[in-house]
Antibody
Framework: EVQLVESGGGLVKPGGSLRLSCAAS????????MNWVRQAPGKGLEWVSF????????YYADSLKGRFTISRDNAKNLLFLQMNSLTADDTAVYYC???????????WGQGTLVTVSS | DIQMTQSPSTLSASVGDRVTITCRAS??????LAWYQQKPGIAPKLLIY???TLETGVPSRFSGSGSGTEFTLTISSLQPDDFATYYC????????FGQGTKVEMK
């Protein structure tokens, strides 16, 4: 089955760090670029970051101010998002999504909830 | 940054209605626009990309049009499964989503 499964979410204190993972299966992960997209509770979608299939191109939303780092391990079919200096504004469901063509996404994971609270 | 503005924010409609949602970009994005449908607690689903190309498996009652700065998503005859929130996404310069349009039952 073609799917993406996120993990690593949870409760973290302000200023803390968290590393999200996304496991891909059912398709050739190494040939697809990937996105992270987040959604705060009751809010809309916000694009977070993009990584090309070879990791040669990486982009981030300006709002992250250098606190997040995207990476991937094509040998293990894994995508990562390292999140540092977390604030309450980072509380959201984080989705990994497969990129098709340009930056649109045709396959999404179920999401993992990150809650930043003391 | 390119800003995306959807209208309306909420739309009340009945089964069988023709529904149109508009998405405006703060600068020209050519045809680099996608539309997604999202239901509560579920990941978004791709409907349309390149402004007007229907994703495989998406019913033909969905259509997209536009280029430059103004785009529309049309549902020709609203079905019960279509009550959801719809988002546009530009990918001309990195990526930005619109704020969403909730289609609710009248």
């Amino acid at each position: 089955e073609v799917q993406l499964v996120e993990s690593g979410g949870g409760l973290v204190k302000p200023g803390g760090s968290l590393r999200l993972s996304c496991a891909a299966s059912g398709f050739t992960f190494s040939t697809y670029s990937m996105n992270w997209v987040r959604q705060a509770p009751g809010k809309g979608l916000e694009w977070v970051s993009f990584i090309s299939f070879s990791s040669s191109q990486i982009y981030y939303a300006d709002s992250l101010k250098g606190r997040f780092t995207i990476s991937r391990d094509n040998a293990k079919n894994l995508l990562f998002l390292q999140m540092n200096s977390l604030t309450a504004d980072d509380t959201a469901v984080y989705y990994c999504a497969r990129v098709k063509g340009q930056l649109w996404s045709d396959l999404w994971g179920q999401g993992t909830l990150v809650t930043v609270s003391s | 940054d390119i800003q995306m503005t959807q209208s309306p924010s909420t739309l009340s409609a009945s089964v069988g209605d023709r529904v149109t949602i508009t998405c405006r970009a703060s600068q020209s994005i050519s045809s680099w626009l996608a539309w997604y449908q999202q239901k509560p607690g579920i990941a978004p689903k791709l409907l349309i990309y390149k402004a007007s190309t229907l994703e495989t498996g998406v019913p033909s009652r969905f259509s997209g049009s536009g280029s430059g700065t103004e785009f529309t998503l049309t549902i020709s005859s609203l079905q019960p499964d279509d009550f959801a929130t719809y988002y546009c996404q530009q990918y001309s310069s990195y990526s930005t989503f619109g704020q969403g349009t909730k289609v609710e039952m009248k």
